[in-house]
Nanobody
Framework: QVHVVESGGGSVQPGGSLRLSCTAS????????MGWYRQAPGPQRELVATISSGGSPNYADSVKGRFSISRNNANDTVWLQMDSLKPEDTAVYYC??????????????WGQGTQVTVSL
């Protein structure tokens, strides 16, 4: 079955950097977009960055110029390089794997989340 596992979270000071990693085993990687979403305390989970199976990235306005998403050649692992971190970046970061085609009947999978804390 499919497993999505994130790692790389931690606690840093403002201006610091972290690199998150996510591996999605068992997905049809040739047609799946992978990306990162985050959830601060509260009900809302917001998009951070995604990268399609063809390598096309998409970023939230709040992280453009600071975060960079990349994907391996096998298309089963995605990284999020986070630089110039701000306190408002503090959240649980979740990895998502879903079909490139939003109308596809293929399922979407989520990881368990990894905590990122940015504070003095």
């Amino acid at each position: 079955q499919v497993h999505v596992v994130e790692s790389g979270g931690g606690s840093v000071q403002p201006g610091g950097s972290l690199r998150l990693s996510c591996t999605a085993s068992g997905i049809l990687s040739s047609i799946y977009t992978m990306g990162w979403y985050r959830q601060a305390p509260g009900p809302q989970r917001e998009l951070v960055a995604t990268i399609s199976s063809g390598g096309s990235p998409n970023y939230a306005d709040s992280v453009k110029g600071r975060f960079s998403i990349s994907r391996n050649n096998a298309n089963d692992t995605v990284w999020l390089q986070m630089d110039s971190l701000k306190p408002e970046d503090t959240a649980v970061y979740y990895c998502k794997a879903g079909p490139d085609n939003i109308d596809s009947r293929a399922p979407t999978f989520w990881g368990q989340g990894t905590q990122v804390t940015v504070s003095l």
